[in-house]
């Protein structure tokens, strides 16, 4: 096994850049014109609870593949998956459209919590967990602007619903922001962003070969290449990638066994510590398997797996979505050497424009080997005039700037 070297460029290559432009331009022109035959009144707008969302999975799953922005962690094989462990007290607004037959148009999921900042002060906050870090909802790409004025205009009308709406790990920026920033101007409801933060994000553009060579560096690179040997050294060595379900139904235990050997497994934290968080990982895994929208990537050593990783997919974008390698043999650095190897797949793959790493800003080898980055926000809404949005702002910043000292304190102690 051996980490590709650079490939000679060909002697001319065409603008990728500018037919991607010239094409997102395109788009944007048709989805303003489909838009415009929407009205906010058009649609058929209700709250569902989670558990109750089996029955429209259908319309669901179709809803995920014309989403303006993707989000596997929304989608049906999923969310139904997380929905008894993670979705307990969660619900979601459903955008239809009013024509027969009805589509679902948009997929807002969210849990109300009716005490926040240790105050009784009702907030609907968006529905992500430790294992679903992103909070973009699902919305019909050609009428993006008019669902998500829908959705608003119900969270405003139901009194049932508060009047306070935050959305954690939304995209700061891309084509859902832009479409939810015209809709907050033209109701002119008050926002306020907070937890700005960014993540590794892979998004290879024009030439794709080589980019973990580039994202490293010279130096970098050579020891990555240099462990390899050595490991290679150790013994046979094999790298594997499961797509089909039944190759990934067996490797998923892997994985599980990796992660419970390691430090997580001491702390806890692993999925194979908790029944119920070991099961939700595989019906969520073998539900996206029958999808073709995962696969599992391993390194073994003479047969035995050292390292194991999970990328989920979904439309153009990918998610590098939990990693596990033996902690025995550390001094190979196989985590490593599996993220860069993933980090080729993926940019080689032109059906993929983006892959989210899914770790924390500061991780370090994320951050060294995947040179883009995603910004993300926590984003707090009054979805109506009478809301109490600046007591709640107030509260939010001196929320996040404890949690930004407890941070602080962390590392220091850490360090000492």
């Known amino acids: 096994m051996t980490v590709k070297a650079p490939t000679e460029h060909a002697p001319f290559s065409f603008d990728t850049a500018a037919v991607i432009d010239t094409a997102a331009v395109i788009a944007s022109v048709r989805r303003a014109a489909v838009a415009g035959r929407y009205a906010v009144d058009s649609f058929a707008v209700e709250w569902r609870e989670l558990s109750r969302l089996d029955a429209v999975s259908n319309e669901w799953r179709e809803l995920a593949a014309r989403a303006l922005a993707p989000n596997v962690f929304y989608e049906p094989a999923f969310a139904l998956a997380a929905a008894s462990i993670f979705g307990r007290d969660v619900g979601a607004v459903l955008v239809w459209s009013g024509t027969a037959p009805r589509r679902l148009l948009g997929f807002f999921p969210a849990r109300i919590e009716s005490r926040r900042y240790g105050l009784k002060l009702p907030v609907l906050v968006g529905w992500t967990h430790a294992f679903a870090p992103l909070g973009v909802p699902l919305v019909e790409r050609e009428a993006a602007e008019p669902v998500i004025a829908a959705w608003l205009a119900h969270l405003a009308s139901d009194t049932q619903l508060p009047g306070l709406l935050q959305i954690p790990f939304l995209p700061a920026e891309g084509a859902f922001a832009a479409a939810l920033q015209a809709v907050l101007w033209r109701g002119q409801m008050q926002a306020a962003e907070f937890n700005r933060h960014e993540r590794a994000l892979l998004a290879a553009k024009g030439e794709r070969s080589a980019y973990v060579e580039r994202a490293l560096g010279p130096r970098k690179y050579r020891e990555l290449r240099r462990t390899v040997r050595r490991l290679c050294e150790a013994g046979a060595v094999l790298y594997t990638t499961a797509t089909d379900p039944a190759d990934i139904d067996s490797a998923i235990d892997d994985f599980l066994e990796l992660e419970a050997s390691g430090w997580k497994g001491e702390a806890g934290t692993a999925a194979a510590c908790d029944d119920d968080v070991g099961d939700f990982v595989k019906t969520a895994v073998a539900a996206l398997a029958v999808e073709h929208k995962i696969a599992l990537d391993r390194i073994l050593l003479d047969g035995r797996p050292i390292a194991a990783a999970i990328t989920l997919r979904s439309g153009d974008g990918a998610w590098f979505w939990k990693i596990a390698y033996d902690e025995g043999q550390a001094r190979y650095a196989p985590g490593v050497m599996l993220t860069a190897l993933v980090a080729e797949q993926l940019a080689a793959d032109v059906a993929i424009a983006h892959s989210d790493s899914c770790a924390v800003a500061d991780h370090a080898v994320m951050n ?24 709640a702002q107030r509260l939010e910043t001196l929320r996040y700037a404890t949690i930004a000292l407890a941070r602080r304190i962390r590392k220091k102690l850490h360090r000492h």
């Open 368 to 391: 060294r080997t995947w040179s883009e980055r995603l910004p993300l926000h926590d984003l707090l809404i009054a979805v109506r005039p009478q809301a109490p949005f600046m007591r």
